[in-house]
C-alpha cells in the first residue's frame, strides 16, 4: 500500500519542471479561483500542434475547469524546425513542448501509446498499424482518472478521407470510448485504480478549415452550433484569452508555429455528439454541478472558500493562510475521491505560495547511478508572520524519514546538506515509453499505471512536512541540479539517473560496397567514477568482428574513450542491425545516451539501445563533390559521406558562381526554400550553375509559403500529394532512363525496405521539358507521377523528388542510396 502511495505521488511530478514556479499575487489569486470549481473538460485529436490553444485557456482560466489535452501520439513522424532529431527522439522534442504549452494555457497533458508512424491517409489505414484495441484502453483509462464531465474533439469523426487518418481515427474512437468507460465489464483491472465513468458531453469542435476556407466559413448558417465566446481579457493576468493561446502555441518551436496574440472578441464553434442539450450555449457544464455540493461534506468548503477569496489581499496573500490550512483539514477529512484528491493538491499549492515558502532540494551532481550516493542540499524559508514548523524531511522512494522540527521564522533561511542513498534498483530516468521495443504504431508499456503520463517519470524527491498549528502538511519537491551560467544566470536541470557506462556507435549507418573491411568506432562514456570492463560488438552471422573485446578503464565520470573494431561483411548484399555491450563486473550495460537541450524545453536524457545499421550493398557512385544546402535539418549529408562523396555544408550567403563550379551536384535539404529568406537572391545563381552543366537537386517543400518565386528553371507547382504507404508498388515511367540506369541498375527491389512513407509533397502540374521517372500510389487512388521528375537545362540537370530520402537514408535503406547515387551522376 505504501508503494502505491508512493508511485501515486511521482506521478504528479511528472508535469513538474525543474524551474520552481514563482507566481505573482494575482496568479495565486487565479488558483484561489479554480480551488471553487468541480468540472473539468478533456480535448482530444491525434497529435501535438492538433490542440485548440485558445479553448483549452479559455476553458482552464475563464470557466476555472480542470482542463487536460489527450494527443493520441507524440508527433513522432512529423519534421524538426530546430535540429537534426527525427522518429523517438523529435517525439521526446514534441512531449517536452505540449508540456510546456499546458503550463502557459493552464491546461495538463496526457498521451495514449499510439506511435505517429507518419500521415495516413484513412482512418482504416491508421487503425491497421496502431492497435486499435490498446489505443482504446489507453483512452478510456485517461478518462476514468480524469473523469472529465465534458469532452470535446478536435476533429469530426463521420468524414473520413476529409483529413489526416489520425485526425479522423481520434475522433471515431473517442465516441467508443465514451461508451465503454463505464462499463464495469471493459476492462475491469482498470477499475481497481480509478472508477468507471462517462462523460455527460461530448463536442466536436467545428472550424474554418472542415468547410474548405474562411470565406466559406463565414457565410455557413452556424446557428446549429454552440456559438462559445473565448475572446475574454483577463485584468488579473494582463493578457487576453488569445494572448495566451498565442504564447502557449509558440511553444511548438520544433513545428515552426510561433503565433502573434491577438485581442478582441473571439468565438468558437462546438456542435454536440452526444449528451444532453445546451439552453444556456455560454455553459458547456449546464446542469452538472460544478461546485462543492457535489462532493459529500462539501458546501461548507465552498463557502470558506468564497470567504477567503472575497477576504483576499494582494499585498499580503499570507493574511489567507491559517483559513486555507482550514480548508485543507476539511478536505482531508472528505470520504476519498476524484475531487478530495484533486483539490489537496490544488489547495497545497496555494498555501505555499500565499505564505512565500519556498522549499528546494538541490544535488551536488546533475547525474548519478543508481546504488550510489547523493549529496543534496535543502532549503526551506517561510517569507510571512505565520507560525510554522518543519517537521521532517522524507526521501522518496525509500521513504526515509529525518526529523528536524525547525521553526521556520520569517524571512529567515534553514537548511543543510544530507546524504540520499540511492536504490541499486532504481530506474534509468529516460521517456518509459522509449524503454521497451515497440512496433511501428504503438509504444510498449506494459505498466498500467504509467498509461497517460506525458513525462519521464523522476522518482527521486524529497517530502517537507511542515506543521501549522497542528495541522502537518506534507509538501513534496523533485531533487533538482542547478548550477550559474555567466550568461543565462541561475540554471535548473533536471536530476537523471544513469547507467555506470554508455557507449555510442559513430556512425548510424555503415555502407560496405566490397569485401574490404572497415574500421567501426564506438565511443565509451563513464556515468560513474573508476568505470572499468570490456566492450564487445556484436553482428549476426556471416558478419565478422575482430577483436572479440576491447578492455576500458575510465577513472573519472564523464571520462571518454573511442576504441575500434573491424568488421569484414559478407560476400552477399545483406542489412542488420549491430549492437554494442560494455560488461562491468558480470553486468551488461546496452544503452547509448542522447542529451537534447534546448532553451524553450528541459533537457532530456534519453537511453535507447546502442545500435546502428550495417549494409552490404551493391552501389557505384560517379562524381566527387557535393554542396549540400540544409533547409529545416536532416542527417543526408552523414549518408552523403557514407556512400564516399566529399560533402561540403554550403550557407546561402557562400553560394556565388565561382564556388559553385568546384561541385558535381548541389543538393538542396528539405523545406530549403520553406524557410531560408537568402534563397530568393541565389535562385538565379543557382539556375546558371545547372545551365553550366551542373546537377541540382530539390527535395520537397511544402505548400506553404516559398521563398522564391520559382523552384525550377522550367513550370513545376509543388502539391500536398503523397504515397504514404512505404511499400506501395513502383512503376517505372521511362525505364531507360539514366536515372534508372547508372552507374547503378535500379529495380522494384530497390523500394523494398523502404520506412514510413514512400514520398510526400509531390509535383501535380510541370511543364513538358520535365520527363516523369516514376510513379506509385496508395490503395485505391490513381497514380502519382511527381516523386521523381528529371529536366535537362542548358548542359546540366534539374531534379524534384519528393521521395523520403530524409527517412530512407539515415535508415540504411540499400535502395534508396543506390537511386541517390544515380540522380548525383545523372550529369556525369
Not at 468507471?196 to 478549415?209: D, G, H
Not at 557514407?642 to 563550379?661: C, F, K, R, S, W
Amino acid at each position: 500500500m505504501q508503494k502505491t502511495f508512493i508511485y501515486l505521488l511521482l506521478c504528479c511530478y511528472t508535469l513538474c519542471q525543474a524551474q520552481p514556479e514563482k507566481p505573482t499575487s494575482a496568479e495565486i489569486y487565479h488558483k484561489l479561483e479554480k480551488l471553487n470549481f468541480l468540472g473539468s473538460v478533456l480535448y482530444i485529436a491525434a497529435h501535438p500542434d492538433d490542440e485548440n490553444n485558445r479553448l483549452i485557456s479559455h476553458l482552464a482560466n475563464n470557466t476555472m475547469a480542470r482542463t487536460g489535452y489527450l494527443s493520441l501520439t507524440r508527433g513522432d513522424g512529423g519534421q524538426n524546425l530546430i535540429g537534426l532529431e527525427l522518429r523517438e527522439l523529435l517525439g521526446v522534442i514534441r512531449t517536452q513542448e505540449l508540456i510546456e504549452a499546458r503550463r502557459i494555457d493552464g491546461g495538463e497533458q496526457f498521451f495514449s501509446r499510439a506511435n505517429d508512424f507518419g500521415f495516413s491517409k484513412m482512418p482504416d489505414e491508421t487503425l491497421q498499424i496502431w492497435n486499435k484495441k490498446e489505443v482504446l484502453q489507453d483512452m478510456v483509462w485517461v478518462i476514468r482518472q480524469f473523469q472529465p464531465d465534458v469532452v470535446i474533439t478536435r476533429f469530426d469523426h463521420r468524414s473520413p478521407g476529409t483529413t489526416h487518418g489520425h485526425h479522423t481515427s481520434s475522433a471515431m474512437l473517442t465516441q467508443e470510448a465514451y461508451d465503454l468507460a463505464i462499463s464495469p465489464d471493459y476492462e475491469p483491472e482498470q477499475l481497481k485504480f480509478n472508477s468507471a465513468w462517462q462523460p455527460k458531453r461530448v463536442f466536436f469542435n467545428v472550424s474554418w478549415w472542415f468547410f474548405g476556407g474562411r470565406d466559406k466559413f463565414e457565410k455557413a448558417d452556424k446557428s446549429k452550433y454552440i456559438n462559445l465566446q473565448t475572446g475574454t481579457y483577463y485584468p488579473l493576468l494582463g493578457k487576453s484569452n488569445q494572448e495566451i493561446a498565442a504564447l502557449s502555441r509558440s511553444r511548438h518551436k520544433s513545428q515552426g508555429f510561433g503565433s502573434t496574440g491577438e485581442r478582441g472578441d473571439d468565438m468558437e464553434y462546438l456542435e454536440l455528439i452526444k449528451g444532453e442539450k445546451l439552453n444556456n450555449k455560454q455553459n458547456l457544464f449546464e446542469g452538472i454541478d460544478t461546485s462543492w455540493n457535489r462532493v459529500k461534506g462539501g458546501k461548507p468548503i465552498g463557502d470558506a472558500i468564497a470567504v477567503i477569496l472575497k477576504n483576499f489581499d494582494f499585498k499580503n496573500p499570507s493574511a489567507s493562510v491559517p483559513a486555507l490550512v482550514k480548508v485543507y483539514s476539511q478536505i482531508n477529512k472528505l470520504d476519498n475521491g476524484y475531487w478530495k484528491n484533486q483539490k489537496l493538491k490544488e489547495i497545497k499549492e496555494v498555501i505555499a505560495t500565499c505564505a512565500g515558502l519556498y522549499l528546494e532540494a538541490v544535488a551536488e551532481q546533475q547525474s548519478v547511478t543508481p546504488g550510489s550516493t547523493l549529496k543534496v542540499k535543502w532549503e526551506a524559508i517561510n517569507r510571512c508572520t505565520v507560525p510554522m514548523t518543519l517537521k521532517s524531511l522524507s526521501v522518496i522512494p525509500d521513504n526515509t524519514t529525518i526529523a528536524q522540527n525547525l521553526q521556520l521564522e520569517n524571512n529567515v533561511g534553514q537548511g543543510t546538506t544530507i546524504d540520499v542513498q540511492l536504490p541499486k534498483t532504481l530506474a534509468y530516468t529516460s521517456p518509459y515509453w522509449l524503454t521497451e521495443k515497440g512496433s511501428a504504431g504503438m509504444y510498449t508499456v506494459n505498466d498500467l499505471q504509467k498509461i497517460g503520463k506525458a513525462d519521464i517519470i523522476r522518482e527521486m524527491a524529497i517530502a517537507f512536512t511542515v506543521d501549522f498549528g497542528g495541522v502537518a502538511i506534507p509538501f513534496e519537491r523533485l531533487i533538482v541540479y542547478k548550477f550559474n551560467d555567466p550568461v543565462r544566470g541561475e540554471v535548473y536541470q533536471p536530476l537523471d539517473i544513469i547507467p555506470a557506462v554508455t557507449t555510442r556507435i559513430l556512425n548510424k549507418v555503415q555502407l560496405f560496397t566490397n569485401s574490404k573491411s572497415q574500421t567501426i568506432s564506438i565511443k565509451i562514456k563513464a556515468g560513474k567514477d573508476n568505470a572499468k570492463g570490456n566492450l564487445r560488438f556484436e553482428l549476426p552471422q556471416g558478419w565478422q568482428v575482430s577483436p572479440a573485446t576491447i578492455p576500458f578503464d575510465l577513472k573519472t565520470k564523464g571520462s571518454e574513450t573511442i576504441v575500434s573494431f573491424e568488421v569484414s561483411p559478407p560476400d552477399t548484399p545483406s542489412e542488420v542491425t549491430g549492437k554494442s555491450i560494455a560488461t562491468i563486473n558480470g553486468e551488461d550495460f546496452d544503452r547509448e545516451q542522447t542529451i537534447i537541450a534546448y532553451p524553450h524545453i528541459d533537457a532530456q536524457n534519453v537511453l535507447l539501445p546502442s545500435t546502428a545499421k550495417f549494409s552490404k550493398v551493391d552501389l557505384k557512385t560517379k562524381g566527387e563533390k557535393i554542396a549540400y544546402i540544409m533547409g529545416a535539418g536532416d542527417n543526408i549529408p552523414e549518408s552523403l559521406k557514407q556512400m564516399g562523396y566529399e560533402v561540403t555544408l554550403l550557407t546561402p550567403d557562400a553560394i556565388t558562381a565561382e564556388n559553385l563550379t568546384q561541385y558535381d551536384a548541389v543538393i538542396m535539404g528539405i523545406r530549403a526554400y520553406n524557410v531560408l529568406e537568402p534563397l530568393a537572391f541565389k535562385q538565379q545563381l543557382l539556375f546558371d550553375y545547372v545551365n553550366n552543366g551542373g546537377t541540382m537537386i530539390v527535395q520537397y517543400n511544402t505548400t506553404g509559403t516559398l521563398t522564391v518565386k520559382d523552384i525550377a528553371p522550367y513550370p513545376l507547382r509543388i502539391s500536398r500529394e503523397r504515397v504514404t504507404e512505404e511499400d506501395a508498388k513502383i512503376k517505372f515511367l521511362d525505364a531507360t532512363n539514366k536515372v534508372l540506369n547508372y552507374p547503378n541498375k535500379i529495380t522494384e527491389n530497390d523500394f523494398k525496405g523502404w520506412v514510413q512513407e514512400q514520398g510526400l509533397h509531390y509535383a501535380d502540374e510541370w511543364s513538358k521539358e520535365f520527363t516523369p521517372i516514376i510513379s506509385s500510389h496508395d490503395k485505391g487512388e490513381d497514380d502519382k507521377k511527381g516523386g521523381l521528375l528529371l529536366a535537362k537545362y542548358g548542359k546540366g540537370y534539374y531534379i524534384y523528388t519528393g521521395l523520403s530520402f530524409f527517412r530512407e537514408l539515415p535508415e540504411g535503406v540499400s535502395g534508396a542510396y543506390r537511386l541517390m547515387a544515380n540522380m548525383i551522376a545523372v550529369g556525369q
